[in-house]
């Protein structure tokens, strides 16, 4: 099983930043505080059919999970991300879900690298 | 690997522009990231949030560079890249493009639609130097090519303005002030230009003084003819006789 965060991915992060580990700390807690709103979003596109939209929220939280070395959890973003694209919702809840349970661990690596 | 990147790092570091930098991006932490980096590089950076946004905030406000997600609620990147490319007030700030590797082929649409170049997420703070110091160069050189040009156009319209009388040497002053070829020609045509305008101005005077002895000399041959007339020399003889006349009955 992958680990929850990629090392050498968040240590790239804080190399991108020049070492400032107070930096990483508030990009962190920017991630931590928009995740729950983009899964909302995801939620809400799934429930209306909006295709367009869960792309839109899939594909930032790919983006930012990737960045924080998240990369098993970004990948998971990217199927839900190509769900939208296609426009292919069938399903897609239990999928959210799935992510969703995935996160709760990113969340609390997080947590911990930047205790 | 590191000597290389810490080598291309002081290569950049050595032409670096500097500009007001527009960011355009839905997502907080993409926000966060590049004005850090951007400010960093010595840049002024604005942050909007989608594409209306930007649009509105355009209309208002100069920038010398856009770095523009392509996905985005309200109005994404594609939109906002054909609007700006349909304005001929701003379709000359180039605009990067952010985009994940996986998009490449938004990314060729937007390329293809006038986009400068892109920016792959997760962001390379050197690639992103490299990049808005490419494009902020380019844009300084077509800012003076266009400077240029209408620097030209002054100087052709003064010769124009000069054949027709209308010229102001002071038009050409910006042109006089430069420092190179073009400023030359320009100082050397508004002291020619003066010089014909000061010659113009001394004929004219000239020609005004000349009009007006012409204009004595005409009235004078003009009363000469008068007075050297039959019927003139016959009014002045019975003139005389009547005064005559009337002295010897007094």
């Given at each position: 099983m992958a680990e929850v965060l990629d090392q050498p991915s968040f240590a790239a992060l804080l190399e991108s930043v020049g070492g400032d580990a107070e930096f990483v700390k508030e990009l962190v807690d920017a991630y931590l505080q928009s995740t729950p709103d983009l899964f909302a979003g995801m939620r809400k596109a799934a429930a209306g059919g909006d295709a367009p939209a869960l792309q839109r929220a899939a594909h930032s939280l790919k983006t930012g999970s990737a960045n924080m070395g998240a990369l098993a959890f970004a990948a998971q973003c990217k199927e839900l991300e190509y769900l939208g694209r296609s426009g292919e919702?069938?399903?897609?809840e239990a999928r959210i879900d799935a992510a969703a349970a995935a996160y709760e661990d990113v969340s609390a690596a997080l947590k911990a690298c930047v205790a | 690997m590191i000597d290389i990147r810490m080598r291309t790092t002081e290569a950049i570091q050595g032409h670096l522009q500097v500009g007001h930098i527009l960011v355009v991006d839905d997502y907080v932490l993409n926000r966060l990231q590049l004005k850090r980096h951007l400010e960093q590089q010595g840049h002024a950076v604005t942050l909007v949030e989608n594409g209306r946004q930007a649009l509105e905030l355009l209309d208002r406000e100069g920038f010398d560079l856009i770095l523009l997600?392509?996905?985005?609620?309200?109005?994404d990147g594609f939109e906002v890249l054909a609007r700006l490319k349909a304005d001929p007030a701003r379709r000359d700030v180039p605009v990067i493009v952010i985009s994940a590797l996986d998009e490449m082929d938004s990314v060729i649409r937007c390329i293809a639609m006038g986009a400068e170049d892109f920016l792959p997420k997760p962001f390379d703070p050197l690639l992103l130097r490299a990049r808005t110091g490419a494009c902020l160069e380019k844009k300084q050189l077509r800012d003076q090519e266009i400077e240029y040009l209408q620097q030209v156009a002054r100087l052709t319209a003064a010769a124009a303005g000069i054949e027709t009388g209308?010229?102001?040497?002071?038009?050409?002053d910006a042109v006089a002030a430069r420092p190179d070829a073009l400023g030359q020609l320009g100082r050397v045509f508004q002291r020619m230009a003066r010089e014909v305008i000061a010659r113009e101005q001394a004929l004219r005077q000239q020609v005004q003084a000349l009009r007006i002895e012409i204009d004595e000399a005409k009235k004078a041959r003009e009363v000469a003819e008068i007075t050297e007339s039959d019927y003139f020399r016959q009014l002045k003889e019975r003139a005389q006789a009547l005064r005559k006349d009337g002295r010897a009955g007094s």
């Open positions: 919702l069938a399903g897609v | 997600d392509i996905l985005m609620p309200e109005m209308e010229f102001i040497p002071e038009t050409l």
